[in-house]
């Protein structure tokens, strides 16, 4: 799949798992602990790009899930996460380290986040949290001879409250309990559901693979009646240093 975001701030994900070859079904509710941080991206060319990302924070007892970095050698710390778990139930322990000071300030910036998975409810997703609308001011003719005022003033309408994050949000320096029910087979893109047109572009990406995994000579289930002995998770992305740049320094 493909996800365009706004104008300039655009970004490209492709989550795929290639299943080859090889049955059992598990359902039982998983957790797994995330972290959401600033990192670095080191690129072809050396240059050295701001990123935010996810990060897998420590095993849950009692959990069979599977959290591990899609490029576990990425130099500067970032890279998508791949989590692999079976259907049933999923929560997601996600804390927010987004605290940052831009360049040339000693205050930090905290930024909330949330988090969603592509095609599938929960996690808040359907409560969502706002923000005041902008202020626009008031307007006058932009066709008059220059220093005439005596044109008509335009007044725009107040403007209504905009979607800030699209699941439940959490809040700089928190730790929030996420929770899907039901999930099933499949690949599904992660990614944050506050402000997708910046946060998604800066990095806060990942992949959810709902599957029974191959364990020793016992072939995985990718769907009912679909063996397979290996997968591969793969993850496409664009990286705009500029726009990154411009993020980090706002």
Not at 104 to 109: C, L, P
Not at 121 to 145: F, N, R
Not at 192 to 213: D, E, F, K, N, R
Request: aromatic share 6%.
């Amino acid at each position: 799949m493909r996800s365009k975001y706004l104008k300039s701030l655009k970004a490209a994900v492709l989550s795929v798992t290639v299943l080859l070859l090889g049955v059992g079904v598990s359902f039982a509710a998983q957790q797994v602990n995330l972290v959401a941080r600033p990192a670095t991206a080191t690129m072809p060319d050396g240059s050295i790009v701001p990123m935010w990302g996810y990060a897998c924070n420590g095993i849950v007892s009692g959990s069979t899930a599977v959290c591990s970095a899609a490029n576990p050698a990425a130099v500067g710390g970032w890279s998508p996460v791949v989590i692999t778990v079976p259907a049933g139930d999923l929560t997601i322990n996600l804390t927010n380290n987004l605290s940052f000071a831009p360049i040339g300030s000693a205050t930090a910036n905290k930024v909330p986040t949330s988090l969603v998975i592509v095609g599938q409810l929960g996690g808040g997703l359907g409560t969502p949290t706002y923000k005041d609308g902008p202020v626009h001011a008031p307007q006058g003719a932009t066709w008059p001879i220059a220093g005439d005022t005596s044109g008509p003033t335009f007044t725009p309408p107040t403007q209504g409250p905009r979607v800030q994050s699209f699941g439940t949000e959490v809040a700089s320096g928190a730790t929030t309990s996420l929770t899907w029910n039901g999930l099933r087979a499949g690949t599904y893109l992660i990614e944050s559901g506050t402000h997708p047109s910046i946060q998604g572009p800066m990095g806060l990406y990942g992949i959810l693979v709902v599957t029974t995994a191959p364990s020793g000579a016992t072939a995985g289930t990718a769907y009912p009646g679909v063996s397979y002995a290996a997968d591969v998770p793969l993850v496409f992305s664009e990286i705009d240093p500029m726009q990154n740049n411009a993020v980090q320094a706002a």
